[in-house]
């Protein structure tokens, strides 16, 4: 222990230069590992603190105080109390790495499955298999590379005849797009380019600003699923850690008393993200500044598109229709 008060000293004369003379410190840590209290940890964990002490002994070195003591007891007392500092961390962040390996490594398919159950909006089922996009071309044969402002007939439906549901379909289709801009997908949005002609590239444009006009309602949905996943994360992690203390029925009732709790406040925030999902549309104000068309068009066509749903199948072109 001498050594370390001599390399001091030379170190304070000047002929020892402070790289060489840190390097000793950390060369006596590594062979004084039984002294310190360190050779009951494994080599990974000692090699992660020798990284951390290195970066330390600059701050080391001046706050020692010769006064107090010499500078070995100081060395290896500094050792000691940085170490319990650290190690706490460390398992604290050894822990953490383990919980998510954990969660992880579950069944991701299934979860996605359970919180699209939860959250998203209910689908409409259809009795008649959807079409493929090569089929849509088949049936349509429209020339891709119209403007949208081309849909927008501004032309007002009172029957049903062939031309006006013609006019409704592609009109209803552009509009009703923006409208559920939140969970339209690349495939939708091809399908609709191959009904009305327009470009996806200008779709996914309109969709874009579509989405802008929901900004804050995306903010808060996004910090929901945070919060969401980060109660589902404490959760199973006392769910982990209770099954790793089973002998210590107080620290598993504690742990499984907070699971509750997680799971409480990870269930309300389920619902809370699935009536988000259902106002995650975009106002008929937004819509019609888009399109630049009047409000109230946009609500005719909405309130139109309700009323004769049934007819509006693309199908519909091939049979005959009447007038009403």
């Given amino acids: ?23 000793c410190l950390l060369e006596q840590l590594f062979l004084n590992r039984e002294q310190t209290g ?32 010499d500078f070995t007891n100081y060395f290896f007392g500094v050792i000691r109390v940085t170490f319990s500092w650290w190690y706490r961390k460390y398992k604290k962040r050894m822990n953490e790495k383990y919980y998510i390996h954990a969660v992880g490594g579950e069944d ?24 493929s996009i090569d089929d849509l071309k088949k049936i349509t044969e429209v020339k891709i590379g119209a403007s949208y402002k081309d849909v927008l007939k501004h032309k007002r439906i009172s029957t049903i005849s062939k031309e006006n549901l013609e006019i409704l379909r ?3 289709c552009l509009i009703l797009t923006l409208k559920s801009c939140w969970f339209i997908d690349d495939e939708m949005i091809e399908k609709l380019s191959v ?43 006392c769910e982990l850690s209770a099954e790793g203390r089973r002998n210590f029925f107080w620290n598993v ?30 106002s008929n104000n937004a819509v019609a500044t888009i399109l630049g068309i009047d409000c109230r068009r946009v609500s005719y066509i909405v309130k139109v598109t309700r009323k004769y749903l049934d007819n509006l199948k693309l199908l519909c072109e091939t049979s005959d229709v009447k007038d009403y």
Avoid at 108 to 131: A, D, F, H, Q, T
């Fill in 195 to 237: 009904i009305t002609g327009i470009a996806c590239e200008e779709i996914l444009a309109l969709v874009y600003r579509a989405k802008l006009t929901m900004k804050r309602k995306i903010m808060k949905i996004q910090e929901l699923e945070r919060r969401r996943n980060s109660e589902y994360f404490l959760k199973k992690k």
């Fill in 253 to 282: 009732y504690f742990l499984e008393e907070r699971s509750k709790l997680h799971e409480k406040k990870w269930n309300q925030l389920l619902n809370r993200i699935k009536l988000c999902n259902l106002k995650m549309v975009p």
């Fill in 170 to 172: 592609n009109e209803a």
């Fill in 38 to 69: 360190l050779s009951k940890i494994d080599d990974d964990c000692f090699s992660d603190f020798l990284i951390h002490f290195a970066s330390r002994i600059d701050s080391i070195l001046e706050k020692y105080d010769s006064e107090v003591s």
């Fill in 1 to 23: 222990m001498d050594e370390i008060n001599t390399n001091y000293s030379s170190y304070q004369r000047g002929s020892l230069s402070p790289e060489k003379f840190k390097n």
């Fill in 108 to 131: 991701i398919g299934e979860r996605e499955y359970e919180y699209k159950c939860s959250e998203k909006y209910n689908e409409v089922e259809m009795n008649e298999k959807s079409l």
